[in-house]
């Protein structure tokens, strides 16, 4: 088929480019910050449904409900949010992200619906796979977006970051909030509102989803079929880890591992520490302001400062996003990963000896490990677009979501194996082990570039 080209005044194109740049923006901040929210709130209902339920009834067998159980039912959903990456990514190439992006939605809205609604832990783990099956397919469907559509395509990841950021901090504190003042299921309606919303915006927006697609800057190929047959899989599958997108697919792998390996058991490590003693909330409020919040004089209830260390790590994170992704509009992603990953391994080798010194030294590494932490995710979002071909964009980006989440998801079982048979400087040694594969690939991507 012949392509006709129109050409615009210049002042018109820049005009057209930046509208489609923000519109698509736009979308996939807000969608991301809802993924990540939703997936951020379920630790908050876990304490809830420990003490509110008693059996998990499947009709031929019946389970108590402890931490093991809710564990494994979580992690079902969690599990699903990353195994759905790939499939979500050849869907993408061939439906396009809009469609994915709004049913994404959809679905991830109906969950928490359906989870204000469950009368029992069973549709509660229902409600949780449904979450986790509309999720996965985000972010293959938002990247592929981003890599295709946004014309500044770094900068389109830092924002896309910063959202994600956000909700990954917000998320719990907005259901804690929340639950001040109403039950957990009141609460699980109102947080499945606002992506029924997302979701009619997404149906609606107008951008061209294809408009930054160059043979010059996206691996050779305007092509944009995506996958026809299980063949076609393989053959792409097998082109895409045999060339240098392999490399950053181990790339990906660390970060997932180092990221889950050093923020699952964080709170509990912190919780032992000088400085996170729990504080008697009472002495922080005023009667007043307590009996508003419904909390009695003498109940002993107290904050817990490891969890907003937690939460504040969580949410500088966002500077990190922002910096990752203008530095991979600025310098070359390979030389960018390899430095980030490096000051990773630093940070991780330093955890142990500073959080000796008091809060404030490990405050102060908390807050340059937050940033690290999220720098390097714009960067290899950047180099899956610059190794990949346009047309199977989105399977690349489900392998690197398999890889972040599924893989990477391996890190938290791996933390926590290490501290139980050896210590927390065993762990860390280990992370920093990690971080310099990644560092060592980045620059071997950057020599056979």
Same mark, same amino acid.
């Given at each position: ?44 209902f876990v304490v809830i449904w420990l003490t509110e339920f008693d059996l998990i009834n499947l009709g031929i067998a @019946?389970?108590?409900?402890?931490? $093991?159980?809710? !564990? %494994?039912?979580?992690? *079902? #959903?969690? /599990? =699903?949010?990353?195994?759905? &990456? ?65 014309? @500044?395509?770094?900068?389109?990841? $830092?924002?896309? !970051? %910063?959202?994600?950021? *956000? #909700?990954? /901090? =917000?998320?719990?504190?907005? &259901? ?45 190929s305007k092509a944009s079929s995506g996958i026809d047959s299980l063949g076609e899989f393989l053959t792409e599958s ?14 990906v792998m660390c970060s997932g591992l180092y990221y889950r390996g050093v923020l699952t058991f964080l709170p509990e ?181």
């Amino acid at each position: 088929m012949r392509e006709t080209v129109t050409h615009l005044p210049a002042a018109d194109t820049n005009h057209t480019v930046n509208a489609n740049d923000r519109a698509i923006t736009a979308l996939v901040m807000l969608a991301h910050g809802l993924v990540h929210t939703y997936e951020m709130a379920v630790p908050i209902f876990v304490v809830i449904w420990l003490t509110e339920f008693d059996l998990i009834n499947l009709g031929i067998a @019946q389970f108590n409900v402890t931490t $093991a159980t809710v !564990g %494994v039912i979580v992690t *079902l #959903g969690y /599990g =699903l949010f990353g195994a759905g &990456a790939l499939p979500g990514g050849i869907v993408v190439d061939r439906i396009g992200s809009r469609r994915l992006i709004t049913g994404c939605l959809l679905g991830m809205g109906g969950s928490y619906i359906l989870l204000g609604l469950a009368p029992s832990m069973v549709v509660i783990a229902l409600a949780l796979v449904l979450w986790g099956l509309s999720a996965s397919v985000y972010h293959p469907a938002g990247l592929s977006l981003i890599s295709k559509g946004v014309e @500044q395509r770094g900068t389109g990841l $830092a924002y896309h !970051g %910063v959202a994600g950021n *956000l #909700g990954i /901090g =917000l998320g719990p504190l907005v &259901a804690a909030v929340l639950l001040l003042v109403a039950e957990w299921r009141t609460v699980a309606l109102v947080l499945g509102v606002p992506a029924l919303l997302a979701a009619v915006y997404a149906s609606q927006a107008s951008f061209d989803e294809t408009a930054a697609v160059t043979a010059a800057t996206d691996g050779g190929s305007k092509a944009s079929s995506g996958i026809d047959s299980l063949g076609e899989f393989l053959t792409e599958s097998k082109h895409l880890l045999t060339g240098s997108f392999l490399l950053v697919f181990v790339v990906v792998m660390c970060s997932g591992l180092y990221y889950r390996g050093v923020l699952t058991f964080l709170p509990e490590l912190l919780r032992g520490l000088p400085g996170f003693e729990p504080i008697p909330i009472e002495t922080l409020l005023p009667p007043g302001v307590l009996s508003a919040l419904g909390i009695e004089v003498g109940t002993g209830q107290t904050l817990k400062p490891q969890d907003y260390f937690y939460a504040g790590l969580l949410l500088i994170g966002v500077l990190g996003q922002y910096a990752g992704g203008k530095l991979s509009d600025r310098i070359p992603v390979e030389y960018g990963i390899a430095g980030s990953f490096l000051v990773l391994a630093v940070l991780a080798v330093l955890f142990v000896p500073v959080s000796a010194m008091g809060f404030g030294p490990l405050a102060v590494l908390g807050a340059l490990l937050g940033i690290a932490l999220f720098v390097v995710q714009p960067m290899y979002q950047a180099a899956v677009a610059e190794y990949t071909p346009a047309g199977t964009r989105g399977l690349s980006y489900g392998f690197t979501y398999l890889g972040v989440f599924g893989v990477g998801a391996l890190g938290g079982g791996l933390a926590g194996s290490i501290l139980a048979f050896a210590n927390a400087t065993a762990l860390f040694g280990t992370l920093a082990g990690i971080a310099l594969v990644a560092a060592v690939t980045g620059v071997a991507l950057a020599r056979r570039k």
